[in-house]
């Protein structure tokens, strides 16, 4: 069979996978047991659904066809519980039917070695000769819980219906976040799907698909490996800029198994740290585990988006000292900002007698009483725009003693036209206070505290995302590589220093003066003054080989190279010498560039010994813009090494900003070539930067 080509998945196609209206199931048997799983699509959704079976005259007590052909009218999704073989023979029948979508659940495809790549390779020509979309192989399938479609091996989980979608490339992960969301009676799902192999359709498919979908308000995303980054990241920021969150838990962030880049940034990185530096970058939010998840959705999910605010300065209101402390702390570590309020420390002080701190405000016994007065006090300020209120609130607690506090916060709300967001002391809030939450747009709840925070740190987070991801960073044009013949080392394939130092100076990125000595070459004097550093300038970890001799004056310069001659020739080293002056400095930086598996990026964190004994390093996917520029260097500002430490003077910031704006730049121009680049260290001198020496990998 020849298969023509396609240009790949449309919305469209994807839209009829998911939100079917025809369903053909191919392969099941009234005695295995996959009956069970498919038995809500029957009894409630509003698709027609056939069955297709050469062997049986009936399934699940339906008449069943011999063949997808036989089937009147068009199918929009088919779903195969079949082997791998059979699966891939169904996919390509289905290239002359017009389907929408194939949701395939059979392993033993290229998770399963040479055979079910083959299979795999064959699966995705079909697909694209056929223009249709494929959840899986090797997964659960898919769910739309508000038409109660259920193709799928998952069991069937409570599953109320709302407006968080999630794309899984791990099926029983996916069933752990439907769990979850079953505690929180204010939020609910659309549509579950389980990815798996992605061999044709894959999450940056899905994701831009939900984009579009006016069932889906929220997106949570279960992540293994993101197989096309550009377009992932394009269409994640198309749905920010849409006002639909996104949340993803990022699986297998413990040290990879495969062997580290040898670069040093390469062994200061890994990949969870990649991801989460671009899903920070972009204002994805990230989650830990399948409860997190829910909790970092549910607050945005349940606001109507004129109440979504920054969420730069957070009140907590309580009613006792321990879940004011508590949620102080929990905030903190969330990194919200409680500011103190001092200017309400008078009114606190007379009002409510024994309370000195306006901010987490506990309002003791007093607060029965003044509480009205309180939400009007705290909800005219105008340095907060959010507040949170923690009272025990359980179902027995509806009546005089617990419904007025829920009542008029939420009513608050509206008044102030900011959210207010309620928790209980612990679990989900009872009954009659969800029913009173429910009822305002500007008011919502978590389970819990800690939950609450964390869906409330979310808001902030996509809110401030919105209005920086309208600030784009130029790309730059490709660069050519550098013409230097590459030194192959157990490195990798090592740039000649020369070719990276000027590499560096052409791109914006100072460098200290040096002066090189080629093999054989007799010993000249620089022109720039000594006392000089003398190393060999084309290996990468020299200290290794006592390859470096510091503080050596003219007279000796001559005996010097000689030495790192013979360390060259005894350790089989090239022998080309670099001498470069000693600079005096008053600081050292750190500047890495990194082509990482989602693209290239930009890696700063402090030189010299503080990059290892502080083991901080800050990253962005590059370009990147001024502003991401500053807040990457504000990551650090808690040091305080940049900012004058102990009556030293500070760094020139803005021309360290301006370092690695042009950094971003030169990444995004070498992408195509470069593997990494180590400038390390960069001195901090009364002039601004230089960088003394760069190791640049190249790729084959």
Known sequence: MKLAPAEGRTRADIGRMLNPRTIAIVGMKDDSPFPQYVQRTLDHSDATVYFVSPKYDTVMGRTAYKDLTDIPGKIDVVYAVTNAAVSVSIAEQCVSLGIGGLVLVAGGFAEAGANGVELQGRLKAAAEAGGFAVAGPNGLGIINVPHQVS??????????????????????????????????????????????????????????????????????????????????????????????????????????????????????????????????????????????????????????????????????????????????????????????????????????????????????????????????????????????????????????????????FAEASATHGKPFIVSNCATELGGWATGIIDAHPGAATGYGPRATLRGIETLGQFVR???????????????????????????????????????????????????????????????????????????????????????????????????????????????????QPMIQAKGEAFLGIQNSELGPMVVFGLGGIFVEVLKKVGGRMAPITRSQAEELIAEFEETKLMHGFRGQEPWNLDALADLLVNAGQLAAAGAGWMDSIDANPVLVTDDGFLAVDALCLVND
């Open 151 to 408: 193709l799928t091996l998952a069991s069937d989980h409570k599953r109320r219906p709302g407006g968080i979608s999630v794309i899984s490339q791990s099926g029983a992960v996916l069933s752990g976040v439907a769990m979850a969301a079953w505690r929180l009676p204010s939020i609910g799902l659309n549509v579950l799907v389980s990815a798996g192999n992605e061999a044709v359709t894959d999450l940056a498919d899905y994701v831009d698909y939900l984009v579009d979908d006016p069932g889906t308000t929220a997106i949570g995303l279960v992540i293994e490996k993101i197989r096309r980054p550009e377009a992932f990241f394009a269409a994640a920021k198309r749905a920010i800029l849409a006002g639909k969150p996104i949340v993803a838990l990022k699986l297998a962030r413990s040290t990879r198994t495969q062997e580290l880049a040898a670069s040093h940034t390469g062994s200061l990185t890994g990949d969870a740290w990649v991801y989460e530096v671009a899903f920070r970058q972009l204002g994805i939010g990230i989650a830990r585990d399948a409860e997190e998840l829910v909790d970092r959705l549910a607050i945005v999910e349940q606001l109507d988006s004129s109440y979504w605010t920054a969420v730069e300065n957070l009140a907590i209101l309580t009613f006792t000292g321990g879940f004011a402390s508590m949620c102080m702390d929990l905030a903190t570590d969330e990194g919200i900002n409680v500011p103190p309020l001092h200017e309400l420390r008078g009114w606190v002080a007379e009002n409510l007698p024994g309370v000195s701190v306006p901010n987490p405000l506990d309002t003791t016994g007093m607060g029965a009483l003044k509480w009205p007065e309180i939400l009007d006090i705290y909800g005219k300020s105008s340095q907060i725009d959010a507040y949170l209120m923690v009272h025990p609130l359980a179902e027995e607690d509806a009546g005089p003693g617990g419904s007025p506090f829920v009542q008029l």
């Open 465 to 579: 995302a919105r209005t920086a991801l309208t600030a784009v960073a130029s790309k730059p044009e490709p660069l050519a590589r550098p013409s230097g013949t590459p030194i192959v080392g157990p490195e990798g394939n090592m740039l000649p220093f020369a070719d990276a130092m000027r590499l560096l100076r052409e791109n914006g990125i100072p460098v200290a003066p040096y002066h090189l000595l080629t093999e054989d070459e007799e010993t000249t004097v620089p022109s720039f003054e000594g006392p000089y550093v003398v190393k060999l300038s084309d290996v990468a970890h020299r200290t290794e080989h006592g390859a470096v001799l510091l503080n050596i004056d003219a007279d000796a310069l001559p005996a010097a190279v000689k030495e790192l001659r013979e360390i060259a020739q005894a350790d089989g080293l090239a022998s080309v010498v670099a001498v």
